[in-house]
């Protein structure tokens, strides 16, 4: 009954930025945590970020002060803006919603030249 949708991903030379969505679609009664994780070639998916319902948020180092996730509770939207990225931030990167379990969603590609 919970269905993610993710938009935003692309290619952007380093240095640059971009903006992730991810938002809910179909019946739901309550998003209690919101994250992004990512998946690069012949690695396992790593949490980049999350944001629970009172709105804490927690980041990986590697992307700490480079990244901020947000949400929009009324929209069931969660955002990503990524700046200064770099190109060990190339990977597929996915969204998940938790309420009562998980959601995932279909992932975007996120590509970032050297």
Known sequence: QLQPVES?????????????????????????????YRQAPGKQRELVANIISGGSTNYADSVKGRFTISRDNAKNTMYLQMN?????DTAVYYCLLVAGRGYWGQGTQVTVSS
Not at 9 to 14: E, I, K, M
């Open 8 to 36: 935003g991903g692309g290619l952007v030379q380093a240095g640059g930025s971009l903006r992730l969505s991810c938002a809910a679609s179909g019946s739901i009664f309550s998003i209690n945590v919101m994250g992004w």
């Open 84 to 88: 200064s990225l770099k190109p060990e």
